[in-house]
């Protein structure tokens, strides 16, 4: 472990030993060549690239420790911005960065210059706030929406994406996995995503039309088969339709879906933006990940903001009846009170200016 | 003698000079016979319906009453909710600066059913998405129900894209047009017997200000005028912002129709106060309805680069004619509706109401239009001399937001 951080220093050859290793990308709001205009996602929203769905997916796949290894974007210079960022957005999810610098703060770290030495500290620091709140991830995440699939095979383009998709769509989800499926695999969802090319077996098949008569939604491809229920019309997005089973909706799309951004988005509306776990004002690009602790009286919000400058006068709606809530940021470690306001069941948060990261405390 | 003129300052002026050549060739003489009707102007302190409802009705009341206007028609209804609903002034909810109130929205919808109005329409063209205008709100941390139950019958549609329609409606500009002659336009605002504009009493950017009228240049669709619109014909969903009608730099699916002429300036601050006109003129406002009860100064959204300030004008204005409604909401602003190119707030831009005046659809004339309810003077709440002292400070820096 290096000195006032929680760096540990292992054989990168190793880190797989102990845990799982897997490569992730360089995040952030991705620039394009020029450099002054982020590329954009389909409707213009600016694309983020992110390692926290792999983290999550990676650690629902194999128990112990989960290591990211993401440089870098070609060895380029990152600003300790995106540091921070990349090690956030590792770090939020429950994995640990790989860290690894790019040339230029390397050099400098090693020839004592002010400027890498700070940027250096501030990883270190960063390393030591996550070490001290690994707790928050290990919490149970809070979802609407279950994606049921085997992540793998030819389902693995589809699957993963709508993972990171759905990140950025900012819907909060849980990753099922079809092939162990238990009894409790869906409770407290409100919908489920099967977009899978194989029909799914007749015991996944029963326990999703019993989740759907009860109250819940089964978002599918014609792949699903004949459902039973009947025809209700159109969703509220085009190209779907919809049956009604029991207490709940059955939404088909017309076609097997083969861009899972598209899909990603429409089913954010399909759900309904009424039932978001999070909203985010005047934050730019950012993901959310709320965790319950075992009690249930506490929770987490942990924030991303992937510009490089933090949000200003950006405000959070956090479901759920909290009573109290504080903010740490790496800068700021130890919890400090924030404005927070009662909207039914809903709580609206008023961040004070922060940088790329904020964790929010909350106590019922 | 030394040049006081940046390169900024001169290209603007130049371009204000080519404007106004062209503005000198291109407007028509038909001022002296434009229209003029009752517009009601009352104070109105806050959106609790219990103090927002009766406003409404006397000022309705005042106007000749709305059942004459809705009973047994179809309504459609333009509301304002101009940019991302993530995206505030500073921590204030939208609908307290830039956005129209949903509480204006459900009192407007409430007292059109009362009246006997047989379906109402509200329809906005949300800022680059074909989701539903319902899910959109929702984002804005709005609740629709507050609306859709406001009257019997009451439905959203988003009119960014084709919506429900089977075809754009083809609608056509009765007085041939500054820029263009027609629109295609999403099927709602041919589907209806009365239009309607709700709009948010603010200043704009492009075209000083933005009431009853500029609230229209949201009725065209992106998928056919957006960034993103297809070449040939519009595309399924709309992507990006307006950037086409504003700069011209391309033209829009070559399925609908045209610029008259390709050669007309290309700045904003000439052509979006021209395609307001020929909006308003291809889809008649019958009703215009002005919130500023609650609103923002410094432009039309928080993305705008001057000083913002969420303010409380406490007033609301409502007339049958967009150039009467909008002149008297101007004055109410503190500014001079008669004012041109190079006064405040047309500094940088044509009038969107003397050129609307000039086609004949209203006067802007305030010694012509009869002001019902609260006086001008009363209602007064001067934007004009926060203009004023804003602009004589330097512009604050970015925030990230959006």
Same mark, same amino acid.
């Given at each position: 472990?290096?000195?006032?951080?929680?760096?540990?220093?292992?054989?990168?050859?190793?880190?797989?030993?102990?845990?799982?290793?897997?490569?992730?990308?360089?995040?952030?709001?991705?620039?394009?060549?020029?450099?002054?205009?982020?590329?954009?996602?389909?409707?213009?929203?600016?694309?983020?690239?992110?390692?926290?769905?792999?983290?999550?997916?990676?650690?629902?796949?194999?128990?112990?420790?989960?290591?990211?290894?993401?440089?870098?974007?070609?060895?380029?210079?990152?600003?300790?911005?995106?540091?921070?960022?990349?090690?956030?957005?590792?770090?939020?999810?429950?994995?640990?960065?790989?860290?690894?610098?790019?040339?230029?703060?390397?050099?400098?770290?090693?020839?004592?210059?002010? !400027?890498?030495?700070?940027?250096?500290?501030?990883?270190?620091?960063?390393?030591?706030?996550?070490?001290?709140?690994?707790?928050?991830?290990?919490?149970?995440?809070?979802?609407?929406?279950?994606?049921?699939?085997?992540?793998?095979?030819?389902?693995?383009?589809?699957?993963?994406?709508?993972?990171?998709?759905?990140?950025?769509?900012?819907?909060?989800?849980?990753?099922?996995?079809?092939?162990?499926?238990?009894?409790?695999?869906?409770?407290?969802?409100?919908?489920?995503?099967?977009?899978?090319?194989?029909?799914?077996?007749?015991?996944?098949?029963?326990?999703?039309?019993?989740?759907?008569?009860?109250?819940?939604?089964?978002?599918?491809?014609?792949?699903?088969?004949?459902?039973?229920?009947?025809?209700?019309?159109?969703?509220?997005?085009?190209?779907?339709?919809?049956?009604?089973?029991?207490?709940?909706?059955?939404?088909?799309?017309?076609?097997?879906?083969?861009?899972?951004?598209?899909?990603?988005?429409?089913?954010? &509306?399909?759900?309904?933006?009424?039932?978001?776990?999070?909203?985010?004002?005047?934050?730019?690009?950012?993901?959310?990940?709320?965790?319950?602790?075992?009690?249930?009286?506490?929770?987490?919000?942990?924030?991303?903001?992937?510009?490089?400058?933090?949000?200003?006068?950006?405000?959070?709606?956090?479901?759920?009846?909290?009573?109290?809530?504080?903010?740490?940021?790496?800068?700021?470690?130890?919890?400090?009170?924030?404005?927070?306001?009662?909207?039914?069941?809903?709580?609206?948060?008023?961040?004070?200016? &922060?940088?790329?990261?904020?964790?929010?405390? *909350?106590?019922? | 003698?030394?040049?006081?003129?940046?390169?900024?300052?001169? *290209?603007?002026?130049?371009?204000?000079?080519?404007?106004?050549?062209?503005?000198?060739?291109?407007?028509?003489?038909?001022?002296?016979?434009?229209?003029?009707?009752?517009?009601?102007?009352?104070?109105?302190?806050?959106?609790?319906?219990?103090?927002?409802?009766?406003?409404?009705?006397?000022?309705?009341?005042?106007?000749?009453?709305?059942?004459?206007?809705?009973?047994?028609?179809?309504?459609?209804?333009?509301?304002?909710?101009?940019?991302?609903?993530?995206?505030?002034?500073?921590?204030?909810?939208?609908?307290?600066?830039?956005?129209?109130?949903?509480?204006?929205?459900?009192?407007?919808?409430?007292?059109?059913?009362?009246?006997?109005?047989?379906?109402?329409?509200?329809?906005?063209?949300?800022?680059?998405?074909?989701?539903?205008?319902?899910?959109?709100?929702?984002?804005?941390?709005?609740?629709?129900?507050?609306?859709?139950?406001?009257?019997?019958?009451?439905?959203?549609?988003?009119?960014?894209?084709?919506?429900?329609?089977?075809?754009?409606?083809?609608?056509?500009?009765?007085?041939?047009?500054?820029?263009?002659?027609?629109?295609?336009?999403?099927?709602?605002?041919?589907?209806?017997?009365?239009? &309607?504009?709700?709009?948010?009493? !603010?200043?704009?950017?492009?075209?000083?200000?933005?009431?009853?009228?500029?609230?229209?240049?949201?009725?065209?669709?992106?998928?056919?005028?957006?960034?993103?619109?297809?070449?040939?014909?519009?595309?399924?969903?709309?992507?990006?912002?307006?950037?086409?009608?504003?700069?011209?730099?391309?033209?829009?699916?070559?399925?609908?129709?045209?610029?008259?002429?390709?050669?007309?300036?290309?700045?904003?601050?000439?052509?979006?106060?021209?395609?307001?006109?020929?909006?308003?003129?291809?889809?008649?406002?019958?009703?215009?309805?002005?919130?500023?009860? !609650?609103?923002?100064?410094?432009?039309?959204?928080?993305?705008?680069?001057?000083?913002?300030?969420?303010?409380?004008?406490?007033?609301? &204005?409502?007339?049958?004619?967009?150039?009467?409604?909008?002149?008297?909401?101007?004055?109410?602003?503190?500014?001079?509706?008669?004012?041109?190119?190079?006064?405040?707030?047309?500094?940088?831009?044509?009038?969107?109401?003397?050129?609307?005046?000039?086609?004949?659809?209203?006067?802007?004339?305030?010694?012509?239009?009869?002001?019902?309810?609260?006086?001008?003077?009363?209602?007064?709440?001067?934007?004009?001399?926060?203009?004023?002292?804003?602009?004589?400070?330097?512009?604050?820096?970015?925030?990230?937001?959006?």
């Amino acid at each position: 472990m290096l000195r006032d951080t929680a760096i540990e220093v292992i054989d990168p050859a190793a880190a797989g030993s102990g845990g799982t290793l897997v490569k992730g990308v360089w995040p952030g709001v991705r620039m394009s060549r020029r450099g002054a205009d982020a590329d954009a996602g389909p409707t213009g929203v600016a694309w983020v690239d992110s390692n926290a769905w792999l983290a999550r997916l990676t650690a629902a796949r194999h128990p112990g420790a989960v290591w990211i290894d993401a440089p870098p974007e070609g060895n380029r210079p990152g600003t300790p911005q995106q540091y921070l960022i990349t090690m956030a957005d590792s770090a939020a999810a429950g994995a640990r960065w790989l860290i690894t610098l790019d040339n230029a703060l390397a050099v400098g770290i090693a020839g004592r210059d002010p !400027k890498s030495l700070a940027a250096w500290r501030r990883i270190g620091e960063a390393s030591r706030f996550f070490a001290e709140h690994a707790g928050w991830a290990e919490w149970a995440p809070q979802a609407v929406v279950g994606v049921i699939s085997d992540f793998a095979g030819t389902n693995e383009f589809m699957g993963q994406e709508l993972l990171n998709l759905l990140d950025r769509a900012g819907q909060h989800y849980r990753i099922v996995f079809k092939n162990r499926m238990t009894a409790d695999a869906l409770t407290g969802l409100r919908a489920v995503l099967y977009a899978d090319q194989d029909p799914p077996s007749a015991a996944l098949r029963k326990q999703v039309l019993a989740f759907v008569e009860s109250g819940g939604r089964l978002i599918t491809a014609p792949v699903w088969g004949e459902t039973p229920g009947k025809l209700s019309g159109p969703a509220a997005v085009p190209g779907y339709t919809e049956r009604a089973l029991g207490k709940g909706r059955v939404t088909m799309a017309a076609a097997a879906p083969d861009d899972p951004y598209v899909l990603a988005n429409d089913s954010v &509306v399909l759900v309904s933006h009424r039932y978001d776990l999070v909203r985010c004002w005047n934050s730019g690009a950012f993901w959310s990940y709320y965790t319950l602790a075992p009690d249930r009286a506490r929770a987490a919000v942990q924030l991303l903001f992937y510009a490089d400058r933090g949000p200003d006068a950006a405000s959070v709606r956090v479901v759920g009846r909290w009573r109290k809530a504080t903010i740490s940021t790496i800068e700021e470690p130890a919890p400090m009170p924030v404005k927070l306001e009662t909207q039914g069941e809903a709580v609206e948060i008023y961040l004070p200016q &922060v940088s790329q990261y904020a964790a929010l405390q *909350l106590e019922g | 003698m030394s040049c006081q003129y940046s390169r900024r300052q001169w *290209l603007s002026k130049a371009a204000a000079a080519a404007s106004g050549a062209y503005l000198a060739r291109g407007i028509p003489g038909r001022a002296a016979e434009a229209p003029a009707s009752r517009v009601a102007v009352a104070r109105c302190r806050t959106y609790s319906p219990n103090e927002l409802l009766p406003v409404m009705e006397k000022m309705f009341d005042q106007l000749g009453g709305l059942g004459r206007l809705v009973n047994g028609k179809t309504v459609a209804v333009k509301i304002n909710l101009t940019g991302s609903p993530t995206y505030r002034v500073g921590y204030l909810p939208l609908e307290d600066t830039h956005y129209t109130h949903p509480q204006v929205i459900a009192a407007a919808a409430h007292l059109m059913g009362k009246a006997g109005a047989r379906r109402i329409r509200i329809l906005e063209s949300p800022w680059s998405t074909a989701d539903p205008v319902q899910e959109y709100i929702l984002r804005a941390n709005w609740e629709p129900r507050d609306i859709l139950g406001a009257a019997p019958n009451v439905e959203f549609e988003n009119t960014n894209f084709l919506g429900s329609g089977r075809k754009y409606s083809r609608m056509k500009v009765p007085h041939g047009g500054y820029v263009w002659p027609a629109f295609d336009l999403n099927h709602s605002y041919e589907d209806c017997d009365v239009f &309607v504009s709700i709009a948010k009493m !603010k200043e704009h950017a492009t075209a000083g200000i933005t009431l009853s009228m500029k609230n229209c240049f949201g009725i065209t669709p992106c998928t056919v005028y957006g960034t993103g619109a297809g070449e040939a014909e519009p595309t399924l969903i709309p992507k990006g912002g307006r950037g086409l009608i504003h700069s011209g730099y391309r033209g829009p699916s070559k399925s609908a129709p045209q610029e008259l002429d390709p050669k007309s300036p290309r700045e904003d601050t000439w052509r979006v106060p021209r395609t307001v006109v020929d909006l308003i003129s291809a889809r008649p406002v019958h009703l215009a309805i002005i919130d500023g009860i !609650k609103t923002m100064t410094g432009g039309e959204g928080p993305w705008i680069r001057e000083e913002q300030l969420g303010v409380a004008p406490g007033v609301l &204005v409502a007339g049958t004619n967009p150039v009467n409604t909008d002149a008297v909401a101007m004055a109410v602003m503190g500014f001079d509706p008669l004012a041109v190119r190079g006064t405040p707030p047309f500094e940088r831009c044509d009038s969107t109401l003397q050129l609307a005046e000039a086609v004949g659809i209203g006067t802007r004339d305030l010694k012509r239009i009869e002001v019902a309810g609260t006086p001008i003077a009363e209602a007064k709440f001067d934007f004009a001399a926060i203009r004023r002292k804003r602009r004589a400070a330097p512009p604050p820096p970015y925030g990230t937001r959006g």
